[in-house]
């Protein structure tokens, strides 16, 4: 749509929203926003290495590059090196992070933004490099901040404002379809356009669907990555979309007010674990009564775990998990796998773990129960215990756990870092895994991105 056609129309939420993406600066930013940022950025970039491990980060990736070509304005896949369209990259790569259920996520969001905002925004910034116009890294911070602001609040605003439970990919779309706006160069008009088709485009996928019967649609972010730079790029060439009903609506309006002010991206969560978030209360539980009362897993009889309902749904149609979706979209297996194990990392989702008749025996000896108070807080809370039963008759019963990592509960730098080196060294190696973590570091001082682009941009070996 012309510039134009918008000039007479009243200033509505879509257009300050417009213009708090074309006009946010890095140095507008608090310090503890950037902060936050490269806590962000650095714990992605970790899950996205795991996650080139995966079966479905394979498929992924191969689709992409086969499928999803581009002629012009193609992209490197994020940790593969092949070229895509700047959407198939962004799709592959949220994909591939999306396989390792270890990001960042937001609780009334009930899902994540991260996920697919930064491989949009590296598949973007890939095709201003190859074009000559290249990103520095104080721009590539401010715009992962604004798909933050963006993306959470959508989410926030879709979920309030229909009733069934949809994926993160139907409003992360929106957040990339911001990022993608503002790298395309896209007017005040154009980007309420980008952010309407991605609204409409973005994936509804039925979330509890997928929780109840785990498989690689995961959370959807792949295609709302896709939907949002495709929708930016459609909205540049006057492309029109429906007015993104999360933004424009009039009962919506508070949520967007704050742009600027209040900086949700503060608000984003932490895993200790790559597992679904509902089931970290419970590992935290259970882990408590292991560390006080120093008892091994063959001597637990039983399991009992109160929790939220949408946590007790997790894999309900599968009671033993034979893939890492299954492992990863469960609550008695990650439980189970803990008190075998003593944590729960990319091994313990993996196929030895998941074969082990030690973790088939307490997934097999462990209840669920919901727990009404539990209940009412979520999903602002998230909340379990964990009652164990011991073969010498005692039963430990543990305080109300909640999840590490919450903002009230913050996984320290030195945590995230570590987190960071475990999930990347065994694939990156640690050198590799350092320079990495090197060059996230310094990036709000560098002029050129290019260098942290062919790190995270080429194959894994």
């Known amino acids: 749509m012309p510039e134009d056609a918008r ?13 708090f993406i074309r006009g946010s600066t890095f ?5 503890d926003v950037v902060h936050h940022a490269e806590r962000c950025l650095l714990d992605l970039i970790g899950v996205a290495a795991a996650g080139t491990t995966t079966r479905l980060s394979a498929i992924a990736r191969e689709y992409a590059a086969a499928h999803l070509c581009g002629r012009d304005h193609s992209a490197r896949i994020l940790f593969d090196g092949r070229r895509a369209s700047c959407a198939g990259a962004a799709f592959a ?7 390792i259920d270890a990001h ?6 009930k899902g994540h933004a991260g996920v697919a905002i930064l491989p949009a925004l590296l598949a973007l910034s890939d095709v201003r490099v190859e074009e000559a116009a290249p990103v520095d890294g104080q721009e ?3 715009s992962l901040v604004l798909g933050y602001e963006v993306a959470t609040r959508a989410g926030i605003a879709l979920h309030s404002s229909v009733s069934d439970y949809h994926c993160s990919g139907a409003w992360n779309a929106i957040g990339c379809a911001a990022v993608a706006a503002r790298a395309l160069g896209l007017g005040t008009g154009q980007t309420g356009e980008a952010l309407g088709i991605a609204e409409y485009f973005g994936p509804r996928g039925q979330m509890m669907r997928t929780c109840a019967a785990p498989s690689m649609v995961k959370d959807g972010s792949g295609w709302g990555a896709h939907a949002g730079i495709s929708a930016a790029w459609l909205a540049r060439e006057g492309f029109t979309g429906a007015p993104a009903a999360t933004i424009e609506r009039d009962e919506l309006e508070p949520l967007w007010s704050d742009l600027g002010s209040r900086w949700r991206i503060r608000e984003q969560y932490f895993k200790a674990y790559p597992v679904c978030r509902w089931a970290q209360p419970a590992i935290e539980a ?4 292991q560390r006080t009362h120093h008892f091994a897993d063959q001597d637990i009889a039983t399991i009992k775990i109160e929790t939220f309902d949408e946590a007790v749904l997790l894999g309900a149609e599968r009671t033993l998990p034979r893939t890492t979706e299954d492992a990863q979209y469960s609550l008695t297996y990650p439980v189970a796998a803990a008190l075998v194990f003593g944590d729960v990392g990319v091994d313990e989702i993996g196929p030895a773990a998941l ?3 030690r973790v088939h025996r307490l997934v097999a000896a462990t209840t669920l129960r919901v727990d009404r108070d539990f209940d009412r807080r979520f999903p602002a809370e998230r909340w379990s215990r ?3 039963g011991l073969r010498d008759g005692r039963v430990l019963r543990s305080e109300p756990s909640r999840a590490q990592g919450d903002p009230d509960t913050p996984l320290s730098d030195d945590r995230l870092r570590g987190k960071f080196f475990a999930l990347c060294d065994p694939v990156l190696g640690h050198p590799r895994a350092k320079r990495i973590e090197g060059l996230v570091s310094v990036l709000r001082d560098e002029a050129r991105l290019e260098p942290l682009l062919d790190e995270l941009l080429r194959v894994v070996r």
Do not use: N, Q
């Open 27 to 31: 140095d507008a930013l608090p310090d």
């Open 140 to 142: 590539l911070i401010a």
């Open 386 to 388: 964990a009652e164990i």
């Open 286 to 289: 259970a882990l408590a009564l």
């Open 355 to 357: 074969a082990d008749p």
């Open 104 to 109: 960042d996520g937001h609780a009334l969001t």
């Open 7 to 19: 000039a007479d129309a009243p200033v509505g939420t879509s257009d300050r929203v417009a213009e």
């Open 93 to 99: 790569g949220a994909a591939t992070i999306d396989s």
